[in-house]
């Protein structure tokens, strides 16, 4: 009979659930659309805009120069800028995007590079905007390969080799591998907080709407006059909110396995930029892993979710209290994926912040048996307490009854 | 039967400090009677319900309904009660069937017999029309329905009503007064709270007057008209609770 109702507790909530706009939107919507939209979607998004910056001919205007014609044609000859004649306002005109840059040749360029004599060309551009960041990466290389020649004309005037410039080169070599290097790491470390937040978020609002929403609406009295018992009631209650919270942690981390495979197979930019020469990916074991780790995790979230929210009265009071609480949640989740901080035996037993941790290990394919263990018992004991809580608030006419 | 024994329910108050919301609480009720509890807003009449629902546990004394204890065996009397209030709302993304189906699971119904039960209190309360319609698309009679449903389900033999027809139509409030009546004439043991003396006159058979937690006056109208020399129900009424509440708001 006990378990019978904890059964039928369950059901009849997961049913609610499912007709609930709410409910699905954090637990199936934003998974599937999160992950495509910040791998496929916006890495192409950006790609697309890069490109486009770099292919088109930037506008640029050249201050000075009227005495050194070789530099000014040089830069008119190439095919990536337009150079437009310079106005007064040409400050304004970068801040206001109408111009990506200005080159400002000094005054006798051309006699003081006879001479030998130091000087300095300057590019004035919009710090952070893509189309002059764009036009000055251009401009730059140009001045670079000037630079270079007049650099290979002198040493050979003084009849000196090339090399002289170079007595000995650097070169650094990473001999982890590429899935466990670069970006790699801070790439699980990202999912690590997305998972997390995710198994949060997806419990947020059905943990909020069973309890606190019950009072408002007026149906937490009457399920208490039926024989099922307040225990086995926040049981039912408290596993519709694992499974919302375990379905989105299980849709998110395949939502992103699939997104990234994409992300990798179009190339998108951000994945290419971070990930030196190896793509991004999450295989079976270690989704599964994280998927495993998540479990412990997403109970604990879901015995506090719901023993904050059946204080409060109304489903807008027991938000007031679990929005605090989400930066709670998240604060540890992003620690995890600040450079340098890594899994030690104090930080194994740190809620949150030890599951994320690992998680960033394991998306990199790196298990650390003896954290693991520890971990997992850690929080399964942390999700334990807080469903005792759970069953004990619920227990409280104080609670129940709050006015 | 339901027989209440010394109930006593106490309140921590911020402000007030402990507040005694019933206070030693005393009678009995019994098959094929409906008993009235009438008293003003706040008298303890919701609180002395809750403690026979055992929705609430009382602070002293107890209460035994069909011969079980409200704070010893409290699943076993839920098993055995109705109880419907204004308060007792319905799940509103449930269909009317859902919303019944559900309750009589939890009073351990097995399929067959559920069936069997839904369709003829479907039948019964003429609710076939909107049996599949969520309870949220309800008008205010059906949704009344539905919850009378929902506490027959598996035909408890008490039945306890908080203030039933409180903010009710007429023509609603009708419907559950026939069905109060309906309780009574199948030999169920009926309890309401109200503060409607026509509501009072009209059904009870025995009357408990309640006032700042405390029965000041119980017996049928009749014997009630004789010991305080009046006809009038809501004279009777005044003059049981006039000093106490005078001495309560004072």
Request: net charge neutral; charged share 20%; aromatic share 8%.
């Amino acid at each position: 009979m006990s378990v019978r109702n904890v059964g039928i507790v369950y059901r009849k909530e997961l049913t609610e659930a499912l007709r609930d706009r709410r409910t699905l939107i954090a637990m199936v919507v934003v998974p599937l659309l999160l992950f495509p939209l910040l791998s496929v979607g916006l890495g192409s998004l950006i790609t697309v805009m890069v490109n486009k910056a770099d292919e088109e001919a930037s506008t640029v205007m050249i201050k000075g120069g009227d005495d050194s014609p070789k530099i000014v044609e040089g830069l008119r000859q190439l095919k990536t800028i337009h150079v437009v004649p310079l106005q007064s306002d040409w400050k304004s005109r970068i801040v206001n995007k109408d111009l990506a840059v200005v080159v400002e040749i000094p005054e006798g360029f051309d006699k003081n590079i006879a001479a030998e004599e130091p000087q300095t060309v300057v590019v004035y551009g919009y710090d952070g905007d893509l189309k002059s960041d764009s036009a000055a990466k251009k401009i730059t290389k140009f001045l670079e390969g000037y630079r270079d020649d007049v650099v290979k004309k002198r040493l050979a005037s003084h009849e000196l080799p090339d090399s002289v410039l170079e007595p000995f080169r650097t070169k650094s070599e990473n001999v982890a591998p590429p899935e466990k290097s670069g970006g790699a790491l801070f790439f699980g470390g990202f999912i690590a907080y997305i998972v997390v937040f995710l198994c949060f978020n997806g419990g947020m609002h059905p943990a909020t709407d069973l309890t606190a929403g019950e009072k408002e609406r007026g149906t937490m009295e009457t399920i208490l006059s039926s024989p099922v018992s307040r225990t086995h009631l926040v049981l039912g209650k408290f596993l519709l909110v694992l499974t919302t919270s375990l379905s989105t942690a299980a849709l998110s981390v395949i939502s992103m396995g699939i997104s990234f495979t994409i992300a990798n197979a179009l190339k998108t930019r951000p994945v290419q930029e971070g990930a030196s020469n190896a793509g991004f990916h999450i295989g079976f074991g270690a989704a599964l892993s994280v998927f495993i780790m998540a479990i412990p995790l997403a109970v604990l979230f879901a015995a506090v979710l719901i023993t904050i929210s059946s204080f409060a009265k109304t489903n807008k009071e027991a938000q007031s209290y679990i929005v605090p609480l989400m930066f709670i949640v998240i604060f540890p989740a992003i620690a995890a994926i600040i450079p340098g901080i890594e899994l030690t035996p104090k930080l194994a037993i740190v809620p949150i912040l030890n599951v994320s941790l690992l998680c960033k290990e394991l998306v990199i394919g790196t298990y650390h048996w003896k954290y693991i263990i520890l971990i997992f018992l850690s929080t399964c004991g942390y999700a334990a307490g807080a469903l005792f809580l759970a069953v004990k608030m619920f227990q409280r006419e104080s609670v129940l009854f709050r006015s | 039967m339901i027989e209440a024994r010394e109930l006593c329910k106490t309140f921590q108050d911020k402000k007030r400090g402990e507040v005694r919301a019933v206070d030693r609480v005393s009678f009995v009720c019994r098959p094929g009677q409906i008993y009235g509890l009438l008293g003003a807003n706040g008298a303890g009449k919701t609180t002395t319900l809750r403690m026979l629902a055992t929705i609430l546990e009382p602070s002293d004394g107890t209460a035994m309904i069909c011969g079980y204890d409200v704070v010893k065996e409290p699943e076993k009397v839920r098993a055995r009660v109705g109880f419907l209030s204004t308060a007792t709302a319905l799940y509103p993304r449930l269909t009317a069937q859902e919303m019944v189906e559900y309750f009589g699971r939890l009073n351990g119904l097995d399929e067959a017999t559920l069936k069997k039960r839904v369709d003829e209190i479907f039948d019964r309360l003429d609710m076939n029309g909107f049996r599949d319609r969520r309870c949220d698309k309800l008008s205010t009679g059906m949704k009344q329905k539905t919850s009378i449903a929902r506490t027959l389900v598996h035909n408890p033999p008490v039945m306890i009503f908080d203030e039933p027809t409180l903010g009710l139509d007429i023509m609603t409030a009708r419907t559950i007064i026939a069905f109060i009546c309906e309780c009574r004439d199948q030999g169920k043991t009926v309890i309401f709270s109200t503060h409607v003396m026509s509501e009072v006159e009209k059904l009870c058979d025995v009357i408990g007057i309640i006032q700042n937690g405390k029965l000041l006056a119980e017996g049928s109208l009749a014997q009630l008209r004789e010991r305080h020399g009046e006809q009038d129900l809501e004279e009777i009424f005044v003059k049981v609770v006039a000093p106490h509440y005078a001495s309560a708001e004072g």
